[in-house]
DNA sequence: TGAGCGTACGCCCCG
DNA sequence: CGTACGCTCA
């Protein structure tokens, strides 16, 4: 017999065996988190004998999920791929997958990524002749998207965006229905509508959950607190953990408040404080605690560890950003000598971008890597392309699917076409598909010669998927549609037809995890996973350096962490330093950074980058300086710099680094009202359209057009 | 009507 | 530096 209390401190065994009733662990960074939520898990199924299947954890990422499955496995040996440990967004799409019909949606909807619903609300604004260029289409999303839920949203939305947001979201999710689409918003928010309308629905799931679990609580949003809320019931047994430090998802509507909020709606709660580290030297929780320490908002924690104080942190600048980079593989390469193994080490940036460089050389060293984000394998264009096939197979109505379809390959049906099926199928309520059979009312010989053939041949692949194996339609498809043809004229067509071929080894994956199930129903799931995944992108590669964001780094460690581009403007970003708010946000992704590294910190920068083709000059990143110099050492070529480059333009730029900081601490206060003139010193004269609470709309001259600024920021003044 | 080419623009994090 | 979009020409 396992015993799972083993190696647990107090406090972290008071967390495993507190089942009943609600509990709230604030847990630090490296305090044995993961460790106490797998063994809560198996200690529920293995000593309380509870059914998997009654036991509902949320991660924070799919990777997380599958990680802690397989902890659970481990320790208890019980483990089942349709175990209820996932991802908000996973168990939303599970659920509704199973009774969505009971809202009015089929159950072969299909969900749309991030980047669709940008392309998508772009779209139906040039529709509705909205300026793309003065209303940025990304803004008008964001509100779309959040009044949802919420729609008293729409009243905070200064005057100009309202009307648009109005017109625009009333478009889009009629658009969505129509075309039995779902964005993320929807997972949860139907979900919400699912449980609130049907009380059997709800009831099940009330019943079926006894025991709940959420991971990285400080990053969920009000939308998904609502649907614990829900879920949960008269049910009170609901653990959930927490660091308000580490919470780095603002920018997507988490609320650290929800820690708080939770405190005062489970008045009942007992509170576990986990704040013995395991993970990192005494030098690095020292810098990781006074940079967070500066922070305003914030509970006090006491992480100690009984780890030694290890070695210095090392701050490395380089002249060039190419400096930079040598050094990281340099070092990598020293350590690799002295014992260390690849798999030890981790870089670490602010912005995906930053990671080509780092590749450029870690593959001229012959240092393997692995790297994380960015253009995952499910964004490129050649996977989206083939996807869009493989979703209009299962979901005829997919308007989406069908227009990127159609367009690749070119098979003479342009835009002027599209426009027009759209506007004959919309004014006699049909979908695409179906305006196709009457498409010689509308449109010349050959344009509705070609999408006839288009359809009969979708047609066709739906037939052929059940009467072909997975490896074979792939290959079908391909040659079929032209795809391979036009491939042939690509630059980049080899690569793109590798890539292609991946979708082999993915659908028979899933033919053997879902072997009970209709092939139409395995392709279903893996349109699923590909959409839930697709900000994620698995290596091969096992033994190798991991490049990856912050934000991607968070619930990991690696004996090495280099943080890197650690400089004013790129970490903290230009953008963040107009805000308070903002700008501890960015403290706290420094937080999470630093409290990666178990034994060796690395931060580096380079006086000299290239950005944009242009020479740029960054200060120092601010939060360097906020660590204890003495658990520094200064390696590099900073002395020398400060000798050699005390040029005008390096001053100058360091004056405007050193204003931008200044300003968050210094209070500007704009007195500004609708109709103020106004200038700024970026977009220059404007006039005040709006003010609500902080914020304020100005219309500025062309190209800038209409703005959303903080009314307080100091680059704004009264003329 | 759509392909090809030149210009303008962007400085992110993720399910 | 790359990509996305708009314009022009075939």
Request: charged content about 30%; aromatic content about 10%.
């Amino acid at each position: 017999m396992i015993n799972l209390l083993e190696n647990m401190n107090e406090k972290q065994r008071e967390a495993i065996l507190l089942t009943e009733g609600p509990v709230l662990a604030i847990a630090g960074a490296g305090s044995g988190k993961t460790s106490v939520l797998t063994r809560r898990i198996a200690y529920l199924i293995y000593e309380k004998n509870v059914h998997f299947e009654n036991i509902l954890a949320i991660t924070f990422t799919n990777k997380a999920a599958n990680e802690m499955k397989q902890r659970v496995y481990d320790l208890i040996g019980v483990s089942h791929p349709r175990m209820w440990i996932s991802t908000f967004h996973s168990m939303c799409s599970r659920i509704l997958r199973e009774h969505i019909e009971r809202i009015g949606y089929k159950k072969t909807f299909q969900i749309l990524d991030d980047d669709d619903v940008t392309q998508l609300v772009k779209s139906i604004m040039k529709k509705l002749n909205y300026d793309t260029k003065m209303f940025n289409p990304k803004i008008v999303k964001n509100y779309v998207i959040k009044i949802k839920y919420d729609k008293s949203v729409i009243d905070s939305i200064e005057s100009p965006f309202e009307e648009v947001v109005k017109t625009v979201s009333k478009r889009y999710n009629q658009q969505l229905f129509e075309n039995n689409l779902l964005d993320f918003e929807d997972l949860i928010v139907l979900t919400i509508k699912l449980l609130k309308e049907h009380q059997d629905v709800r009831e099940y799931y009330q019943e079926k959950f006894k025991y709940v679990l959420i991971d990285e609580f400080q990053d969920t949003n009000n939308v998904q607190y609502d649907l614990v809320s829900l879920l949960l019931g008269k049910n009170q047994n609901i653990f959930i953990v927490g660091d308000e430090d580490q919470s780095i998802y603002a920018f997507r509507g988490a609320n650290i408040e929800n820690i708080r909020k939770f405190k005062r709606d489970y008045p009942k709660h007992h509170l576990v404080l986990l704040e013995e580290n395991y993970r990192s030297t005494n030098t690095i929780l020292k810098a990781a605690n006074q940079i967070i320490k500066n922070n305003r908002d914030r509970i006090s924690k006491n992480l100690f560890s009984s780890k030694g104080a290890g070695e210095q942190i090392t701050h490395f600048k380089g002249v060039t950003a190419r400096d930079e980079v040598e050094f990281v593989a340099t070092k990598i390469q020293e350590l690799k000598r002295k014992g260390y193994d690849y798999n030890d080490f981790a870089v670490l940036y602010r912005a995906n971008s930053s990671s080509r460089s780092f590749e450029e050389v870690f593959m001229q060293k012959q240092i393997p890597y692995r790297i994380f984000g960015n253009t995952s394998f499910f964004k490129r264009a050649e996977i989206k392309d083939f996807t869009a096939y493989l979703r209009l197979m299962i979901n005829l109505d997919d308007a989406y699917s069908f227009i990127r379809a159609i367009s690749s390959p070119k098979r003479g049906v342009g835009g002027v076409t599209l426009d027009k099926l759209a506007d004959f199928a919309a004014d006699n309520s049909l979908s695409l598909m179906e305006a196709i059979d009457r498409s010689s009312e509308i449109l010349g010989k050959s344009a509705s010669t070609n999408l006839k053939n288009f359809k009969e041949m979708i047609l066709d692949f739906r037939t052929k998927l059940n009467e072909i194996s997975f490896n074979s339609l792939v290959d079908y498809i391909l040659s079929e549609s032209g795809y391979i043809e036009a491939l042939k004229n690509d630059e980049k067509g080899d690569v793109r037809y590798e890539n292609l071929l991946e979708f082999k080894t993915i659908l028979s994956e899933n033919e053997v995890l879902y072997q009970d199930l209709s092939k139409e129903e395995v392709l279903v799931y893996l349109l699923e996973d590909i959409s839930l995944k697709s900000e994620e992108s698995q290596s091969e590669i096992l033994d190798g350096v991991t490049l990856m964001t912050l934000h991607a780094a968070k619930g990991l460690e690696f004996r090495v962490v280099f943080i890197v581009t650690m400089e004013m403007g790129l970490f903290p970003l230009n953008r963040s330093m107009m805000d308070r708010k903002d700008f501890e946000e960015e403290r706290r992704l420094m937080y999470v950074g630093v409290t990666r590294a178990k034994e060796l910190l690395y931060l580096t920068n380079a006086s000299v980058r290239q950005t944009y083709g242009e020479t740029s000059h960054n200060e120092d990143s601010c939060f360097i300086r906020e660590i204890n110099a003495n658990l520094i050492d200064v390696k590099g070529y900073s002395e020398y710099v400060n000798r050699s480059f005390q040029n005008t333009v390096i001053q100058r730029k360091k004056e405007v680094s050193r204003t931008k900081l200044d300003n968050l601490n210094q209070y500007q206060e704009n007195d500004l009202n609708k109709g103020d003139k106004i200038t700024h010193t970026k977009f220059g004269d404007g006039v005040v359209i709006s003010v609500v609470n902080d914020n304020c709309v100005i219309a500025f001259a062309q190209p800038h057009g209409i703005k959303r600024l903080l009314k307080d920021h100091p680059a704004i003044s009264k003329k």
